[in-house]
């Protein structure tokens, strides 16, 4: 009897537990959401309110008809997505040669690609920006090249493969080590080149890791904020949305904007949750895949 | 049928070709955007460079350096009165302003921050006090942030390890913190710790009845309250990355052998200790690296709560590039930060042993 009791209370504290755990992660989410669909007077009434009174949706319609908002996005699908597709596509035969193939002078590439992946942004930050200034005023200076305006937005893209280029590398890498090399082998004796070996056989094989691989490149890309901060400092229409969401002036609000902040923050956030949750359990094994020896 | 030698190595010297021309683009990509930018971030760290200024660049020697790292430490003065006893406030006793005791010359020092010791009052002077107290705070940061993550993270990690009702759900939910982008979730937590009631943190406190209505609580600007606040965002942040590693660590410990525990009558608290932890340590290794590194180049947050009131290493890196427009002390900095990360990354490959299997 008494064993039972003792059970049912451990049972008890336990889903107490799960449930805290459960709250604390969620709960600025939550707060987000409440915060999105109060109006401007009860987001500064004292004090502040669990559940939105008059719930409304203007501060959503504000943040959709924002233009620089709207350019932000613009902005970020082409900087991350350019970005992902390049780093993949890249970071594919880097891991093709690493994960499959036999040559000497392996070691110190993988070490120097895992290094890689840990560089530090911040270090590079005033002698990248003096190479795209330099790019900048190259096109503004030369007559020739003056009809040609690089896009900042193409040289963010080049500026963020040095975080992404690495993780696909890497990530692939293991991806393609843990392929049977008797497929190989077999394509091999067949006569298959090896680029007919990488494009037909290995390439089809990975496409569920290259989508994983991908989704993880794509949320570094669209998350990142140094170098989209600095490099875009003079170029208002090639800020990506982390800028432009930070920088959110309010349409309604004479003060700072919260609800369209918190209405721009939910729409920029809720497809990438879904995304996440639709991948989730390949993106455990795919972020776990350089930590964690099975 | 054996392939003859002559065959064979042919075979591999193209297999060897092969490779090198599928890394070609990794290595010219990283050399151009990594090698070649800290090379010039180095050379520019000697340098007076300033950023869009027709100045003429000269070389410094190490200039910028001094400029950042000259600290020194001065005992601070009791206030005296005429009679030269010292002079009490609320039976504490002031004292005379840093100003009286750093040097001025060559270069001004300013005071990074005063601290007592042993009934002293001492003062550390910098002669870059934003930086001194940027590298500092930024250390403090990471160590507690870390250490109560992987706390955290631990237990709840070991707590989903357990099968029950409801456990996909929970995996679901410890994605989402790590799904926000950071500054998106640091525009949320800087909106729940707004300093009047309207803030969720000062409407909780009120309620609970710790502060009064017309109180505020100053989270984010209040110099004791940020760091705390800072780390609390970072927290929450990360903590649920660390329990998905975690996890996924604590699910390849074969499960015979806390049967075999259980059989030898060995605590819970025993078990953890003598198997659960030794077992978790390569990954929970793995784990403190990353975050580790990844929390002393912290700029997301910083920017978004303190803008330029205080700084991380990295947003005052940032600072000094697009504010202050001075390059070549942005790039020391740069160095610095370089450094700092590279000393903690040897550390730790030496400590745990990190080894990369091929």
């Known amino acids: 009897m008494t064993k039972q009791r003792n059970r049912f209370f451990d049972n008890f504290f336990f889903y107490l537990l799960i449930i805290i755990i459960a709250i604390y992660l969620l709960f600025p989410f939550y707060w987000a959401i409440v915060s999105a669909l109060k109006n401007e007077s009860e987001l500064v009434r004292t004090p502040a309110t669990l559940w939105p009174q008059n719930p409304t949706l203007q501060n959503f319609r504000a943040v959709l008809t924002n233009q620089s908002f709207l350019k932000g996005i613009g902005n970020s699908l082409i900087v991350a997505g350019t970005t992902t597709i390049l780093s993949l596509l890249v970071g594919s035969f880097a891991g093709y040669a690493l ?196 | 049928m054996a392939a003859s030698p002559s065959k064979l190595s042919e075979l591999a010297l193209s297999e060897e070709r092969t490779a090198r021309w599928l890394l070609v683009p990794t290595f010219v990509i990283l050399f151009c955007l990594a090698i070649y930018p800290l090379g010039r971030v180095f050379y520019l760290s000697f340098t007076n460079k300033r950023f869009a200024s027709d100045q003429a660049v000269e070389m410094v020697g190490f200039q910028n350096y ?30 005379e302003l840093w100003t009286r005791v750093l040097p001025r010359e060559p270069r001004r020092y300013r005071a990074a921050w005063e601290f007592d010791f042993f009934g002293k009052r001492y003062v550390i002077g910098a002669t870059n006090a934003d930086f001194i107290r940027s590298v500092w705070d930024t250390i403090v940061f990471t160590i507690i942030a870390v250490a109560l993550e992987t706390i955290l993270g631990l237990m709840i990690a070991l707590a989903l390890a357990r099968r029950f009702f409801g456990r996909g759900a929970m995996r679901t939910a410890m994605l989402i913190p790590w799904a926000i982008i950071t500054v998106v979730s640091s525009l949320i937590w800087e909106w729940m710790f707004k300093s009047d009631r309207s803030g969720l943190f000062t409407m909780l406190l009120n309620r609970l009845g710790f502060i009064e209505d017309s109180g505020q609580i100053t989270w984010l600007v209040n110099p004791a309250l940020q760091l705390p606040s800072a780390i609390a965002i970072d927290v929450w942040k990360t903590t649920p990355f660390m329990a998905l590693l975690l996890l996924a660590g604590l699910s390849t410990i074969p499960k015979e052998l806390y049967e075999a525990a259980n059989v030898d009558g060995a605590s819970r608290i025993r078990q953890f200790f003598s198997l659960t932890l030794p077992l978790l340590m390569p990954t929970l290794s793995v784990a403190l690296i990353f975050r580790t590194l990844d929390s002393l180049r912290v700029f997301d947050l910083f920017q978004i709560v303190f803008g330029e009131n205080r700084y991380s290493m990295a947003t005052f890196t940032q600072f000094a590039l697009v504010a202050q427009r001075d390059m070549g002390l942005s790039s020391a900095v740069s160095v610095i930060i370089f450094i700092i990360l590279f000393a903690f990354a040897i550390f730790y490959m030496r400590t745990f042993r990190v080894e990369i299997d091929d």
């Open chain 1, 99 to 294: 994960g499959k193939l036999r040559f000497r002078g392996k070691q110190p590439a993988l070490y120097i690609i895992l290094a890689m992946t840990m560089f530090p942004q911040v270090a590079v930050l005033a002698g990248l920006y003096s190479i795209i200034k330099g790019i900048q005023d190259l096109d503004k200076n030369i007559a020739w090249l003056s009809w040609f305006d690089v896009p900042t937005t193409l040289l963010l893209v080049f500026a963020y493969m040095i975080f992404t280029l690495p993780f696909t590398a890497w990530v692939l890498t293991s991806f393609f080590k843990g392929l049977p090399t008797s497929l190989l082998q077999a394509a091999q004796v067949d006569g298959a080149t090896y680029s007919q070996t990488f494009w037909q056989i290995l390439l089809p094989l990975t496409a569920p890791a290259l989508a994983t691989t991908g989704l993880l490149a794509f949320i570094n890309a669209w998350n990142e904020y140094l170098f989209a901060l600095t490099f875009t400092l003079q170029e208002p229409n090639a800020r990506t949305v982390p800028v432009a969401i930070s920088q959110l002036s309010g349409k309604i609000a004479r003060q700072e904007p919260v609800g369209e902040i918190m209405a721009g923050a939910l729409i920029i956030t809720v497809p990438l949750v879904i995304l996440v949750l639709i991948f989730q359990n390949r993106i455990v094994e795919g972020l776990t895949a350089g930590a964690v020896k099975g």
């Open chain 2, 66 to 95: 001094r400029d950042l790292l000259s600290v020194t430490v001065r005992e601070l003065p009791k206030k005296l009165d005429e009679n030269g006893q010292p002079i009490l406030k609320d039976g504490k006793p002031e004292y």
